[in-house]
């Protein structure tokens, strides 16, 4: 503030906007006591706590081209991440990276990829499901197409909790 207790240009406060609804607050958590157990702050089981990333199919592909195959563990991991995220479960090994490079793990890795994302599909009510068989079997022999089959479907899960956190109007 200024001395006359006007406001500059980077003080200026928003007016608020009469289509908000004014957030309630509660009391701030008391800190824990010694000797006092903590729990960690994990949204409840099947709590939907955000949105996976959209991603073009095909550019995806060409990524994982590219860089020859770097970026298929990157994308791996994060799916794999975003999906226990929504799901509310902890990621097993079957999720991780690293289960990419072990011959045959990683075909079972991708089955169960295809069952989180099932689920998650489930979960939110979507109509869409995931071929198991497709995206261990077939859709690697052709030409390393898992990528594009699994991102169309993370794409469409990603639309439907969209939808559903856009406000009525926009």
Not at 92 to 99: F, T, V
């Amino acid at each position: 503030m200024t001395e006359a207790n006007y406001p500059t240009g980077s003080e200026q406060m928003a007016a608020p906007r009469a289509d908000l609804r004014p957030a309630q607050i509660s009391d701030p958590p008391l800190s824990p006591q010694p000797g006092q157990a903590v729990a960690s702050a994990r949204p409840p089981i099947g709590a939907i706590s955000l949105i996976p990333r959209k991603q073009g199919a095909w550019g995806l592909w060409w990524l994982c081209v590219i860089t020859f195959s770097i970026y298929y563990f990157i994308w791996y991991d994060r799916i794999n991440s975003e999906l226990s995220a929504i799901l509310g479960q902890p990621r097993r090994a079957n999720s991780q990276w690293w289960n990419q490079i072990i011959p045959f793990w990683s075909l079972v890795g991708l089955g169960a990829t295809a069952k989180r994302l099932n689920a998650a599909h489930a979960l939110v009510g979507s109509p869409t499901r995931v071929g198991v068989f497709t995206s261990w079997f077939w859709a690697p022999g052709w030409f390393g197409s898992q990528t594009r089959y699994l991102q169309r479907r993370v794409n469409i899960l990603h639309d439907v909790l969209a939808s559903r956190t856009a406000r009525p109007g926009y």
